[in-house]
């Protein structure tokens, strides 16, 4: 019964989304044509809906609208300008200083928006006028924008890992946010590396002349502001002081005060925001109402018990099983969003680790930084498309320079993988796991 309900959700899936079904419609048909193989079709749609209900019935998914409408009022709060100043003052004397900057304030100002993209328009659109004016090469500025994006998407708040924690089972929020730290910066770091090696091969000096710490005092005071909201919210969360929702909340209202406080917000602007938040929010929420069925599907089915075996049955290495499930998630992800995949795979892949003793909290960021990669990887890429296009440049050549970051950030997938204390570190320090 598991293989045939499995074979059922795989082919009617990959069917749907080839002819263009949108990923929501397609997983919850597909669950819906796997439930017809062991109930009837009034119990099966009873049962669908049932599960859409459940789904989208638990509080804690509330903290995933909040984050965004914090995301979307920062883009608007002329955050990204004061965070890009505030890491050029800090990295502003290594070679490819602008490159390096891109880098660094990608991290943050992903980490405070939650979207890459976000991150790879706003803060690209910053540095962009002075990497021509320096001579840079855009081809390679487009790349080191694209390829730096996603690293915030690792460090919380994080809406990725808050729905990981849902469909793994109710995973510590806070252990996954303090987890993310050093992935994404492990990331950023690997990008940075790739930059000043190249930026030394081309010429592209730092800015000359002594440190200026002057410089790096006004930026960090006009850095504070935005820089204070993931201490507050990041560390109010892993304090135990609130709850992931009520930091979320906390978090729109701070964006809105500093947003108001920038005089960047107009009400026109602020009804598009709300607008433009509820649109992803629901898609996102109706998406994980659906995937509901298909968790219940596999559940009722004991479809991840069946490739357990499977992947047990092939080889007890764990160190082979980890990377045919690396493979398996970075080919996924060149042509899936990150949510969607999320709720998929993780109840596929979660109880096969289980088995040789992983914690939920370290698959989750292997997880989320393996999707992430698909973010900057064609045919989909969205993360890599914006970069191009701010850069006013081709994917054709991008791509020689985005192979250089590929092998430095799956380096840094490696380690991840398979040094557990990269993960599981900082939430063991915190006692917050054993």
Not at 112 to 141: F, K, P, T
Request: with cysteine.
């Amino acid at each position: 019964m598991a293989l045939q309900a499995l074979l059922i959700i795989l082919i009617v899936l990959a069917v749907l989304l080839a002819v263009g079904v949108p990923i929501s419609y397609a997983i919850g048909i597909s669950s819906l044509a796997a439930i017809l193989q062991v109930v009837p079709l009034d119990v099966s749609v009873l049962t669908a809906s049932q599960r859409i209900f459940v789904g989208m019935s638990k509080f804690s998914l509330t903290a995933i609208p909040f984050f965004i409408l914090a995301g979307n009022l920062m883009n608007q709060g002329g955050i990204a300008k004061r965070l890009v100043d505030f890491v050029l003052a800090i990295l502003g004397k290594l070679p490819g200083s602008l490159l390096v900057t891109n880098i660094g304030a990608n991290a943050l100002f992903g980490a405070i928006s939650g979207s890459a993209a976000a991150a790879a328009a706003a803060v690209g659109s910053m540095v962009r006028e002075g990497e021509e004016d320096q001579g840079y090469n855009l081809a390679l500025c487009a790349a080191t924008n694209g390829a730096s994006a996603p690293s915030g998407l690792l460090i919380p708040p994080s809406n990725a890992l808050i729905t990981y924690s849902l469909v793994s089972g109710g995973t510590s929020v806070a252990a996954l946010f303090l987890a993310g730290y050093l992935p994404g910066v492990i990331w950023a770091a690997c990008c940075i590396l790739v930059a000043v090696v190249i930026a030394k091969r081309n010429g592209y000096q730092g800015i000359p002349g002594k440190f200026d710490w002057k410089n790096l005092l006004s930026a960090t005071l006009n850095a504070i502001p935005a820089l204070s909201l993931i201490v507050v919210v990041i560390g109010g969360i892993i304090a135990g002081v609130f709850t992931a929702t009520e930091g979320s909340a906390i978090a729109v209202v701070y964006a809105l005060i500093l947003s108001v406080c920038y005089r960047s917000l107009s009400l026109k602007t602020f009804w598009q925001i709300l607008v433009d938040s509820a649109k992803m929010s629901g898609m996102i929420v109706f998406l994980i109402g659906v995937s509901n069925i298909m968790g219940w599907v596999m559940a009722f089915t004991q479809i991840p018990q069946a490739i357990s075996a499977a992947l047990l049955g092939l080889t007890n290495n764990r160190i082979i099983i980890l990377l045919i499930m690396n493979g398996i998630l970075l080919i996924s992800g060149t042509f899936m969003d990150v949510t969607p995949a999320i709720l998929i795979f993780t109840p596929r892949f979660l109880p096969v680790v289980k088995t040789f003793g992983m914690h939920p909290v370290q698959f989750g960021l292997i997880l989320v930084y393996n999707l992430c990669i698909g973010n900057i990887t064609p045919p989909v890429g969205n993360t890599l498309f914006v970069a191009i296009k701010v850069g006013k440049t081709s994917l054709a050549k991008v791509m020689p320079y985005m192979l250089f970051y590929y092998g430095a950030i799956l380096t840094g997938l490696m380690l991840v993988t398979y040094v557990s204390g990269i993960t599981l570190g900082l939430p063991m320090a915190a006692g917050m796991i054993r």
